[in-house]
């Protein structure tokens, strides 16, 4: 298979990047893992109680979960990789998934110099109790997440930085990590202590192949077995829509327009309503080519909370009645705006479509910025243009990690919008245990986000292509894009 | 000889400082950092991180910081890769660029140097019309197209060699073409020029009436006249070749160190940039102190202390 790059680093308890998951979420496993329907099923941990209202956690783990040294696994293997993770000294840019636990943030920070009183704690052997400061229904598919998958800490303490590299390396999932040349290839075998029984595929090839079109002729002499977005340029995902080989998923990445709603036009609800109607998502799928999914709600239709009604409908009529009664009659004396993108041949379609249809619906004119992408994220993150073109991936199949964007105190919000009553009602979320009433909460601030207030215009969801010879058996794909190799097999 | 490798060496000292300067200057007055991503991170955890990196130092100490480092041949940690030093990437990547480099230096200037030479002994006629219709599309045509078309060629539609990847000799056919041809197509231009300057020189008359063949007049006397210019570009050349062609590398999936001069950049990743840029600047000094010792080879009327 081809992922495309080097993974930054297989150290998971510093690596942020789906490259370097892809490589580790088949090296190691966690307390839960995803079953098919990417709900937390029992890895390490057989089982687990939720007790005081949701904030307290306590993991059983498996008896017979070895290292691949040999070693069994014990409780204490999660607390020290947790208190790591939390340790400021390490750096972690994913330390804040576990600022639900007691005392996390306060750790990370430095506002208490020791992590003994972090709310993680091996009671045994066999025994992991996690203690949060409030209750957090999302926090169980964050032990299925990398970052918190368990360590050696005696490993990372004898080779520091190098304890990533194949010789050094300890790991308890399916495969090991058997070779590694930089730049250039990973190769993983079979692991025979693995608990859930030594897997069938024996050996992973992962090229890091850059170029689409080189990766694809790599498929096409059969080189590679498996390719997906990284290997697959639109043309080709066009000649091989009929294939039999082709599969197309709907990732949990959904892509918006967002508006600095402090500025003006956009501090007028009228306006970002008026702009939300007027754009027609059908159209998306035409122009990016790879079966994207238009998407109107912020919440994909995967997820619970998720109503179809909870986006605005195009209606360009109502658009520009909305845009009259804020005092632009026709689009007269609307300011000419700008719209930020990151400089990418996707975006750029993306934006010029609907410049092209805020003209025509609107009458309103919309100028195209372009930077490289870091220059991109700082104009973002410091001082957000009127209108910006953004997307977001899910980190767990959880409504949460898309709403939570869009709360006042989120610093990826670049809207710089703020409703203590989506606030509210996120918060309300967050804690309840109760599944059906929970999504109905999401629901609602959903339909607040996209319909009511309109601080983005959701576009689309991205898609992931594929192809995979007809001998690779037992492949299985998830929107939120982590490919487990355990159940595939080769004929 | 020795003198003059001496003083280069004492000079590059002053001329590597400039360009790690000014390098260290320049991705700092760059906007986004190594840190800016798509998920903005808590400002206590970017605090962490540039703790860890010393980044929350003054720029002024952060400089003399990197400098004291590099002074022991340190080049410093990637923050890209989060695993490993700047000195541990390169000296994966730096051998297999120059092994790329060398065979295509080394295509360049054998078939470059003759087809150049055939041209002009054959001025105006067919054959100097096809070498240099053969060099015009070499140095016109981009390197990812080139390798593009010998991929399909000869990679796909033959199946003649291997289409990328870098397993094994066979595997470094095709990067190596693409990349030495467009320094072939410069070679053969340059040599074409020179020998035929060269050719309209007294002594070659004199040479011919003498009763030397044409073959023994151009091999011995014409082409050894004619090289010093060769041998001039040969320098940053070698520099160019060696210390990898992102192109070539991207599309052929070679692990060479030509990305880094792209992707550090991309990615910010400061330490990673200032290595890249002093190491091509040594390249260059020290092909060019080469370059001038070969000088002395091929014209004993140049002198070093000149």
């Given at each position: 298979?081809?992922?495309?790059?080097?993974?930054?680093s297989?150290?998971?308890?510093?690596?942020t990047d789906?490259?370097?998951?892809?490589?580790?979420?088949?090296?190691?496993?966690?307390?839960?893992?995803?079953?098919?329907?990417?709900?937390?099923?029992?890895?390490?941990?057989?089982?687990?109680?939720?007790?005081?209202?949701?904030r307290?956690?306590?993991?059983?783990?498996?008896?017979?979960?070895?290292?691949?040294?040999?070693?069994?696994l014990?409780?204490?293997?999660?607390?020290?990789a947790?208190?790591r993770l939390?340790?400021?000294?390490?750096g972690?840019?994913?330390?804040y998934?576990?600022?639900?636990?007691?005392?996390?943030?306060?750790?990370?920070?430095?506002?208490?110099?020791?992590?003994?009183?972090?709310?993680?704690?091996?009671?045994?052997?066999?025994?992991?109790?996690?203690?949060?400061?409030?209750?957090?229904?999302?926090f169980?598919?964050?032990?299925?997440?990398?970052?918190?998958?368990?360590?050696?800490?005696?490993?990372?303490?004898?080779?520091?930085?190098?304890?990533?590299?194949?010789?050094?390396?300890v790991?308890?999932?399916?495969?090991?990590?058997?070779?590694?040349?930089?730049?250039?290839k990973?190769?993983?075998?079979?692991?025979?202590?693995?608990?859930?029984?030594?897997?069938?595929l024996?050996?992973?090839k992962?090229?890091?192949?850059?170029?689409?079109?080189?990766a694809?002729?790599?498929?096409e002499?059969?080189?590679?077995?498996?390719?997906?977005?990284?290997?697959?340029?639109?043309?080709?995902?066009?000649r091989?829509?009929?294939?039999?080989?082709?599969?197309?998923?709907?990732?949990?990445?959904?892509?918006?327009?967002?508006?600095?709603?402090?500025?003006?036009p956009?501090?007028?609800?009228r306006?970002?309503?008026?702009?939300?109607?007027?754009?027609?998502?059908?159209?998306?799928?035409?122009i990016?080519?790879?079966?994207?999914?238009?998407?109107?709600?912020?919440?994909?239709?995967?997820?619970?909370?998720?109503?179809?009604?909870s986006?605005p409908?195009?209606?360009?009529?109502?658009?520009r009645?909305?845009?009259?009664a804020?005092?632009?009659?026709?689009?007269?004396?609307?300011?000419?705006?700008?719209?930020?993108?990151?400089?990418?041949?996707?975006?750029?379609l993306?934006?010029?479509?609907?410049?092209?249809?805020?003209?025509?619906?609107?009458?309103?004119?919309?100028?195209?910025?372009a930077?490289e992408?870091?220059?991109?994220?700082?104009?973002?993150?410091?001082?957000?243009?009127p209108?910006?073109?953004?997307s977001?991936g899910?980190?767990?199949?959880?409504?949460?990690?898309?709403?939570?964007?869009?709360?006042?105190?989120?610093?990826?919000?670049?809207?710089?919008?703020?409703?203590?009553?989506y606030?509210?009602?996120?918060?309300?979320?967050?804690?309840?245990?109760?599944?059906?009433?929970?999504?109905?909460?999401?629901?609602?601030?959903?339909?607040?986000?996209?319909?009511?207030?309109?601080?983005?215009?959701?576009?689309?969801?991205?898609?992931?292509?594929?192809?995979?010879?007809p001998w690779?058996?037992g492949?299985?794909?998830?929107?939120?894009?982590?490919?487990?190799?355990?159940?595939?097999?080769?004929? | 000889?020795?003198?003059?490798?001496?003083?280069?060496?004492?000079w590059?000292?002053?001329?590597?400082?400039?360009?790690?300067?000014?390098?260290?200057?320049?991705?700092?007055?760059?906007?986004?950092?190594?840190?800016?991503?798509?998920?903005n991170?808590?400002?206590?955890i970017?605090?962490?991180?540039?703790?860890?990196?010393?980044?929350?130092?003054?720029?002024?100490?952060?400089?003399?910081l990197?400098?004291?480092?590099?002074?022991?041949?340190?080049?410093?940690?990637?923050?890209?890769?989060?695993?490993?030093t700047?000195?541990?990437?390169?000296?994966?990547a730096?051998?297999?660029?120059?092994?790329?480099?060398?065979?295509?230096?080394?295509?360049?200037?054998?078939?470059?140097?003759?087809?150049?030479?055939?041209?002009?002994?054959?001025?105006?006629?067919?054959?100097d019309?096809?070498?240099?219709?053969?060099?015009?599309?070499?140095?016109?045509?981009?390197?990812f197209?080139?390798?593009?078309?010998?991929?399909?060629l000869l990679?796909?539609?033959?199946?003649?060699?291997?289409?990328?990847?870098?397993e094994?000799?066979?595997?470094?056919?095709?990067?190596?073409?693409?990349l030495?041809?467009?320094?072939c197509?410069?070679?053969?231009?340059?040599t074409?020029?020179?020998?035929?300057?060269?050719?309209q020189?007294d002594?070659?008359?004199?040479?011919?009436?003498?009763?030397l063949?044409?073959?023994?007049?151009?091999?011995?006397?014409?082409?050894?006249?004619?090289?010093?210019?060769?041998?001039?570009?040969?320098?940053?050349l070698?520099?160019?070749?060696?210390?990898?062609?992102?192109?070539?590398?991207y599309?052929?999936?070679?692990?060479?160190?030509?990305?880094?001069?792209?992707?550090?950049?991309?990615?910010?990743?400061?330490?990673?940039?200032?290595?890249?840029?002093?190491?091509?600047?040594?390249?260059?000094?020290?092909?060019?102190?080469?370059v001038?010792?070969?000088?002395?080879?091929?014209?004993?009327?140049?002198?070093?202390?000149?």
């Open positions: 298979m081809n992922i495309g790059a080097e993974p930054p297989l150290d998971w308890g510093v690596t789906s490259t370097s998951f892809d490589v580790i979420s088949n090296l190691q496993v966690g307390l839960t893992q995803y079953n098919g329907s990417l709900q937390c099923a029992p890895a390490c941990a057989e089982r687990w109680e939720v007790l005081d209202g949701g307290r956690y306590v993991f059983h783990l498996r008896g017979d979960v070895l290292w691949s040294d040999g070693r069994r014990k409780a204490s293997d999660f607390e020290e947790w208190k939390l340790d400021p000294r390490t972690a840019q994913y330390a998934y576990l600022y639900d636990i007691e005392n996390a943030f306060a750790f990370n920070t430095g506002r208490i110099k020791s992590g003994d009183a972090v709310g993680v704690k091996a009671l045994d052997d066999r025994t992991l109790e996690v203690r949060l400061k409030r209750p957090a229904a999302y169980i598919y964050l032990t299925a997440f990398c970052p918190s998958y368990p360590i050696r800490k005696d490993v990372i303490d004898r080779w520091g930085d190098r304890w990533t590299e194949p010789e050094h390396i790991t308890n999932g399916p495969f090991l990590l058997k070779d590694w040349k930089h730049e250039y990973i190769e993983l075998a079979a692991n025979p202590l693995y608990f859930e029984g030594e897997p069938d024996k050996k992973i992962m090229f890091m192949v850059a170029e689409q079109s080189t694809f002729a790599l498929y002499n059969d080189e590679l077995d498996y390719v997906d977005n990284r290997s697959f340029s639109t043309p080709d995902v066009e091989c829509r009929s294939s039999p080989q082709y599969h197309n998923v709907p990732l949990l990445r959904n892509n918006y327009i967002g508006f600095n709603v402090t500025r003006k956009f501090d007028d609800r306006v970002r309503l008026a702009f939300t109607q007027a754009v027609d998502r059908r159209v998306f799928p035409a990016l080519r790879r079966n994207e999914l238009p998407a109107a709600s912020w919440i994909p239709p995967q997820l619970p909370g998720y109503a179809p009604d986006g409908p195009y209606n360009p009529e109502r658009a009645q909305l845009l009259a804020a005092g632009y009659p026709a689009g007269a004396g609307f300011p000419v705006v700008e719209l930020l993108y990151p400089n990418r041949e996707d975006t750029r993306v934006v010029e479509e609907i410049q092209d249809q805020l003209k025509r619906n609107l009458n309103v004119r919309i100028e195209l910025v930077q992408w870091k220059v991109y994220l700082e104009t973002l993150h410091r001082d957000p243009p209108m910006f073109r953004n977001w899910a980190d767990y199949p959880d409504p949460e990690t898309f709403m939570n964007l869009f709360t006042t105190y989120n610093g990826n919000n670049s809207t710089r919008w703020s409703s203590s009553v606030d509210r009602l996120i918060e309300a979320a967050e804690a309840e245990q109760d599944a059906g009433r929970r999504a109905d909460l999401y629901r609602r601030a959903d339909r607040l986000l996209c319909r009511q207030e309109a601080p983005i215009v959701c576009t689309y969801l991205s898609t992931q292509n594929l192809m995979v010879k690779v058996h492949m299985e794909f998830n929107s939120l894009d982590i490919q487990f190799f355990k159940g595939v097999t080769v004929r | 000889m020795a003198w003059l490798v001496l003083r280069r060496a004492l590059a000292i002053p001329v590597l400082w400039v360009v790690a300067t000014v390098t260290f200057i320049l991705v700092r007055v760059v906007p986004g950092g190594p840190f800016d991503a798509e998920k991170l808590p400002p206590g970017v605090a962490n991180i540039k703790a860890k990196y010393h980044l929350d130092r003054p720029v002024a100490e952060q400089y003399l990197y400098l004291g480092r590099l002074s022991r041949g340190d080049l410093g940690v990637s923050y890209k890769y989060a695993n490993r700047v000195n541990d990437i390169l000296s994966d730096f051998p297999v660029s120059v092994q790329l480099g060398a065979m295509a230096l080394a295509i360049a200037v054998l078939a470059g140097v003759p087809l150049g030479t055939v041209a002009a002994v054959r001025r105006g006629r067919l054959l019309f096809a070498c240099m219709t053969l060099s015009t599309v070499g140095i016109s045509v981009p390197s197209l080139v390798g593009a078309l010998l991929i399909y990679g796909i539609w033959l199946k003649a060699l291997p289409v990328a990847l870098w094994s000799p066979r595997h470094m056919i095709l990067p190596a073409l693409t030495s041809f467009l320094p197509a410069y070679v053969a231009r340059l074409r020029a020179s020998v035929l300057e060269v050719m020189k002594w070659v008359r004199t040479a011919r009436s003498k009763g063949s044409p073959a023994v007049t151009i091999v011995k006397h014409v082409l050894r006249n004619s090289l010093v210019p060769v041998v001039t570009i040969l320098g940053p070698t520099a160019v070749l060696i210390t990898g062609s992102f192109t070539v590398e599309i052929f999936a070679v692990p060479g160190m030509g990305r880094f001069f792209i992707t550090a950049v991309i990615n910010r990743d400061y330490d990673l940039i200032m290595a890249t840029s002093l190491i091509f600047a040594l390249i260059l000094i020290v092909s060019n102190t080469l001038d010792i070969a000088y002395t080879f091929l014209d004993p009327k140049i002198r070093l202390e000149h």
